[in-house]
């Protein structure tokens, strides 16, 4: 079975850094994604990691580490609109449609 | 482009009663999905498509059927609800790119249908 496992939910400090783990134990692996979802709306792309190290992209950034079966979001300068939940992804195979999802991390940014 | 639209965005049904959720999407994707996402658990894969005239069985197929007779459109039907269907319906969409390409094949998702069934 495919396993993915988020803290369910999480608090943090406008203007701070939070960092959201993701563990993952899959009977494969071909690239790990994380999505913001806010209430009410439609999950968004917001990083894909296939090798390991880390992807920066503006205030987001995303590790992998497949050795470990380990990733992280992290988030900087935190703004009220980052509250959400962040979803961890798995690609288990070469298909598109082999993609596990964990639970879900609910971020609430406080002032 | 509206990227990917779903209809209708809420319904209430009555347990027994049939209906078709409709998916469209105008980025010219191979593939399609339809998932459903509950309470306390992540996105569950209905079913999926991987091109025009083609469906296949994800996670949680019992209760559900599809059709994809044009590559933009993804129907979802439920043939008789049940309270269990009640749910946030998902629709999704991948362009898988050329074999051996560069391709996150990443999924783009719509903004939700919202389904109880009494």
Redesign the interface.
């Known amino acids: 079975g495919q396993n ?1 496992d988020q803290p369910t939910e999480m608090t943090a400090t406008e203007g701070a850094i939070v960092q959201i783990n993701c563990t993952y134990q899959t009977s494969g692996f071909n ?1 790990l ?1 994380w999505y913001q979802q806010h209430a ?6 917001l990083s ?1 990691n ?1 090798l390991d190290g880390l992807e920066e992209k503006g205030r987001f950034s995303s590790f992998l580490s497949r050795s470990k079966g380990y990733s992280y979001l992290l988030l900087k300068e935190l703004q009220m609109k980052d509250s959400a939940s962040y ?1 961890c ?1 798995v ?1 288990t195979g070469a ?3 082999q ?6 991390t609910k971020l609430s940014v406080i002032p | 482009n509206a990227g ?1 639209t779903q209809t209708p965005k809420f319904r209430v049904l009555k347990t027994g009663q049939s209906m078709t959720l409709l998916c469209a999407q105008d980025m010219n994707h191979e ?1 399609m ?1 339809w998932y459903r996402q509950d309470p ?6 209905i079913h ?1 498509s ?1 091109g025009e005239g083609t469906t ?1 069985k ?1 996670e949680v197929p019992d209760g559900y059927n599809v059709s994809r007779l044009k590559k933009q459109n993804f129907l979802l039907g439920l043939e008789s609800a049940a309270p269990s269907q009640t749910s946030v319906y ?1 629709c999704a969409s ?1 362009y ?1 790119g050329l074999a051996g390409g560069p391709s ?9 249908t919202r389904l109880t069934v009494l």
């Open positions: 993915i690239g994604f009410g709306e439609a999950p968004t792309f894909y296939v979803l992804a690609r298909g598109s449609y993609l596990t999802f964990g639970k879900g | 990917v593939y999905y306390g658990m992540g996105l569950r894969l999926y991987v296949a994800g998902f991948s898988p996150t094949d990443t999924q783009y998702f719509g903004p939700g």
